[in-house]
C-alpha cells in the first residue's frame, strides 16, 4: 500500500466554472487508466457526490470543516484516502468562499490537508486578463498552493496562446485547457439524479473524459500533485465495534432513487455500532426487521404515485411507529411520513401517515443553509436543502430550536412524535452518537 500518491483539489475562482464537469470528465479519464481514484467533495453537498460515484465508479465523501472537526476531516480523508491509488477532492463555489470568509471554503480544506489546488478557469472572453486572476488565486493565501490550472470555454488555438503566456508570467502550471464543448451541461440542482437520469450522467462523463484526453496534459497534473498522505495519527482503519455478546441492534435504511440523500461517512458509522439492512419504498419493499428505521432525505416528490400505491409500507410504518419503534427521517424521508403531498401542480398524494403533517411543493422555494440545535446533550450540525414547506408546521411542537452559521434563529423545525424525529436537516453523524438520540 502506497502512501504517495496523486491528490488535489480542483478550486475556481467562482461557481459556474465547470468544477463539476471536469471533476466528473477526470474521475472518468483516472478510471480508464485502470486507477482507483476516491472523490471527495468539500461542503455539504450530496447531488456532486453522487454524479462523481457515478463517473468514478467509487463512492464520494464530503469533507466539511464546519459540520465536523479539523481532527474529524482529516481522519475521514486518510481512511478514504489510504487505499486508493489517486484522491480527488472537488471544491465549492469559488476557492476562497466560505460561510464566513474563508471559513468553510474549499482553500481551507486545500491548507487543512495540505493539498495543491488546480485551478478550473473559465476563459470565455477573456485573455491575457487571466494573469491577474491567477495572480491572486495563487497570492492570496500563503498556506494554499496553487499549482496548476485547466482553461475550460476556450474558443481557439489562438485563445489558448494567451492563456498559456498568462500562466508562464504567473508561475502557475499550464496543464491544458477545454474548449467549448456542446451537450455537457450537468443536470439542474433540484433534477439531478432522478431514476434514469443515471446513463446520462454516465455519458456526460465519457464526453468529458474524451476532451480532456484530448486537451488536458493528465499525467503532468498527476505528477506535480503526488505527495505523501498525511497520517495526523488518524486511525486508518476505524475499528468495527463488536457486541461482546451482547444484542446488536438492527437499523433498516432506505435506499433508492427517492430516498438517496445520505452521508457516506453517515452509513459507515451506522455500520460500526448496527448491523445495516437496506430496503427500498420504490421497489414495493415491506419494512425489514430492524430495532431502528432511518428514512434519508431523496426525491420524493417525483415518485409520489409508486410511493402511494405500496400501502403495506406505509401500515408497516405507522404500526412501528405507534408501537414505540424509533425512526428517523430527514427532509425527503420526513416528507414521505407525512399525511400527503401536494405537488408543484396543486395535485394530493396520500403519503404514510405517521405524521398528522402535509407537505407542499407549491409556490416552491428553496431553503437553503448550515444549522446547528442542542438535543439531549449533544450539538447537532446538519445542513438544509429543499423545495417543499409543511403546510401548519406548528401542528407539531419543534424539539429544538435552530440556528445558522451566523447564531442567528431559524423557523426549521425537528418534529418528535412517540419514537419518531423528524425534520428538513441533514445530519451528520461522524462525530455524535446517532442511537442516543432515543436516550
Known amino acids: 500500500m502506497s502512501l504517495v500518491k496523486p491528490q488535489f483539489l480542483i478550486g475556481a475562482a467562482a461557481s459556474g466554472s465547470g468544477k463539476t464537469t471536469f471533476t466528473m470528465g477526470l ?6 487508466k485502470g486507477m482507483h481514484v476516491q472523490p471527495f467533495k468539500c461542503g455539504p453537498d450530496y447531488i456532486d457526490g453522487k454524479f462523481h460515484a457515478i463517473a468514478a465508479g467509487r463512492e464520494s465523501v464530503n469533507l466539511d470543516t464546519w459540520m465536523a472537526s479539523e481532527a474529524h476531516v482529516r481522519d475521514v480523508y486518510a481512511r478514504y484516502a489510504q487505499d486508493a491509488s489517486a484522491c480527488v477532492v472537488e471544491g465549492v463555489m469559488g476557492l476562497f468562499d466560505g460561510y464566513d470568509r474563508m471559513k468553510g471554503s474549499s482553500a481551507e480544506i486545500a491548507s487543512l490537508l495540505n493539498l495543491p489546488v488546480v485551478v478550473v478557469l473559465n476563459a470565455r472572453s477573456s485573455a491575457y486578463t487571466v494573469a491577474a486572476i491567477l495572480y491572486g488565486l495563487k497570492h492570496f493565501s500563503p498556506k494554499v498552493e496553487v499549482a496548476g490550472v485547466i482553461f475550460n470555454q476556450v474558443g481557439s488555438p489562438s485563445h489558448y496562446s494567451y492563456l498559456k503566456d498568462a500562466c508562464a508570467d504567473v508561475g502557475v502550471a499550464d496543464l491544458g485547457y477545454l474548449p467549448k ?3 455537457i451541461e450537468v443536470p439542474s440542482r433540484h433534477l439531478g439524479l432522478t431514476i434514469g437520469k443515471e446513463s446520462e450522467i454516465d455519458a456526460l462523463s465519457d464526453r468529458v473524459a474524451d476532451g480532456i484526453e484530448q486537451y488536458v496534459n493528465v499525467e503532468r497534473l498527476l505528477e506535480i500533485a503526488t505527495r505523501p498522505l498525511e497520517i495526523h495519527n488518524a486511525h486508518l482503519v476505524s475499528p468495527v465495534i463488536t457486541s461482546d455478546g451482547l444484542h446488536r441492534p438492527r437499523i433498516a435504511v432506505a435506499q433508492d432513487a427517492a430516498f438517496n440523500f445520505l452521508y457516506k461517512e453517515n452509513l459507515d458509522v451506522l455500520s460500526r455500532k448496527a448491523d445495516v439492512v437496506t430496503f427500498s419504498p420504490l421497489s414495493g419493499d415491506e419494512l425489514p426487521q430492524a430495532d431502528y428505521v ?17 400501502e403495506r409500507l406505509g401500515a408497516q410504518l405507522r404500526d412501528f411507529a405507534e408501537h414505540g419503534g424509533r425512526l428517523f427521517a430527514e427532509c425527503g424521508g420526513m416528507m414521505y411520513l407525512c399525511r400527503k403531498l401536494i405537488s408543484r401542480e396543486g395535485d394530493s398524494y396520500p403519503m404514510a401517515g405517521v405524521l398528522p403533517l402535509e407537505c407542499t411543493l407549491e409556490k416552491m422555494r428553496l431553503h437553503l443553509g448550515y444549522r446547528t440545535a442542542q438535543y439531549r446533550g449533544m450539538q447537532l450540525k446538519g445542513h438544509e436543502f429543499h423545495y417543499s414547506s409543511v403546510i401548519q408546521p406548528d401542528l407539531l411542537p419543534s424539539e429544538v430550536s435552530q440556528y445558522n452559521v451566523k447564531g442567528a434563529l431559524v423557523d426549521t423545525p425537528l418534529y418528535r412524535y412517540k419514537n419518531v424525529i423528524a425534520g428538513y436537516t441533514h445530519w451528520y453523524w461522524g462525530e455524535n452518537d446517532f442511537f442516543k438520540l432515543w436516550d
Do not use: H, I, S
Open 27 to 32: 474521475l472518468r479519464a483516472l478510471k480508464r
Open 294 to 310: 432511518y428514512l434519508p432525505g431523496g426525491y420524493p416528490e417525483f415518485f409520489t404515485e409508486v410511493l402511494n400505491r405500496n
Open 181 to 183: 464543448m456542446p451537450d
